[in-house]
């Protein structure tokens, strides 16, 4: 039987206790998230409708008196550590610029960050497009807040602001905030509407399992990585969209979809037709939820695919094939999840029809020779918080 959260920590803290001779301060927990729809929306100023997942990561700290940050990860078993006072963009690389760049961005906006022993452990697959990066930095932020005695609703807000920080100046890797947002924000049984036109974020009812459906997530286990070109590619392909439109954002053209055939790169256009029909389908799903009628987000699942795919060209063979499978086993719609170029598929099922698609998937897999997906259930849970 899985772990509790509240377990976890307590493993965590006890594992502090063993590598530095005394408990940890806090221990802080922030989630994973998957996106229901509104894929590459978020830095174009469009809207969103991410959830928290149950999978977290776990974040033990300490302060300490020397002006160092020492962070040991349990999961890719290092440690590694950095003088607060070297920390800026391009300084520090690798899994620690996302713990470093949230203790760097947190002083720059005026936070009195003292050194810290840090140990993180966490059951998000890292590279899974689960943002196992943006639940990293949440859970240190929020450690890092607790430690510092100035929590409330406000502060969570200046966190968000704190890890996109973190997350595109010092590591390196572009973001729009949806991560960051859920992960701090999110709320048991909703889902977070994000606007990043205004900033707003609005809680939204998820609870499939009221419709006897459940949503499943398909893990391909093809790592992929937000800095290695990619990723930022695509935004620049929106960027010179916007600018060819004369438009701040491409959000400004939502509902002009005939402004496409002003943009003269197919590239570009392709891009940009995806991010406008991704805008109307986000609409589409929110005023379905909003109506108790999860059954109707199935065909926007499969529409979002398909552009995700020919469009923004970000799928690949094996979250095209677990879509595939899905779909021809029972699922009401299914869909890439994250960035892309890798990482996991969402499923909208009947729970009756669980089981044995995700056995198909897996044996789809199997035959093709390639590593066998993992499968996460994915109701809506709560956002980073406390657990010690």
């Known amino acids: 039987m899985p772990r509790s959260a509240h377990e976890i920590a307590d493993d965590l803290a006890a594992t502090f206790a063993v590598r530095l001779g005394r408990l940890p301060a806090v221990v ?11 894929e590459h929306l978020d830095y174009n100023g469009g809207r969103c409708l991410p959830l928290a997942l149950p999978r977290a990561t776990y974040a033990a700290l300490s302060p300490r008196d020397d002006g160092t940050l020492s962070v040991t990860s349990l999961q890719v078993r290092e440690t590694r550590e950095v003088a607060l006072d070297e920390v800026r963009p391009g300084a520090v690389s690798g899994w620690l610029a996302y713990v470093a760049g949230v203790v760097w961005a947190l002083a720059q906006e005026g936070w009195d960050v003292p050194g810290l022993d840090v140990v993180v452990d966490s059951d998000v697959p890292i590279g899974s497009g689960l943002s196992s990066s943006a639940a990293l930095e949440c859970s240190v932020a929020l450690g890092v807040l607790e430690l510092m005695g100035a929590h409330d609703d406000e502060q969570r807000r200046r966190l968000v602001q704190a890890c996109m920080r973190a997350e595109s100046e010092v590591a390196g890797a572009p973001t729009g905030g949806m991560d960051q947002s859920v992960a701090l924000l999110g709320r048991a049984g909703h889902a977070l509407l994000l606007d990043f036109a205004d900033g707003s974020a609005r809680q939204v009812p998820w ?34 969209a916007a600018r060819s439109l004369g438009v701040r954002t491409l959000r400004e053209a939502q509902g002009r979809p005939e402004v496409l055939g002003l943009l003269t790169d197919p590239r570009v256009q392709r891009r940009a037709r995806h991010v406008l029909s991704e805008m109307d389908r986000v609409d589409a799903a929110v005023a379905a939820l909003e109506r108790d009628d999860h059954a109707a987000l199935g065909p926007l699942l499969d529409a979002s695919h398909d552009s995700l795919r020919d469009d ?20 009401l719609g299914a869909r890439m999840t994250g960035a892309g170029f890798g990482g996991s598929a969402i499923a909208l099922l009947p729970e009756e029809a669980v089981e044995e698609a995700t056995r198909a998937v897996s044996a789809a897999f199997g035959r093709r020779g390639w590593t066998r997906p993992d499968f996460i259930p994915a109701p809506a849970c709560v956002g980073a918080r406390r657990l010690r």
């Open 207 to 240: 609870r499939p399992e009221d419709e006897g459906l459940a949503l499943v997530v398909v893990d391909t286990r093809v790592s992929h990585s937000l800095v290695d070109g990619g990723y930022a590619s695509r935004r620049a392909d929106c960027e010179t």
């Open 312 to 331: 923004f060209e970000v799928s690949c063979e094996e979250l095209d094939l677990a879509v595939e499978i899905s779909r021809r086993h029972g699922a």
């Open 28 to 38: 802080a927990a922030a989630p994973g998230r998957v996106n229901l729809i509104g």
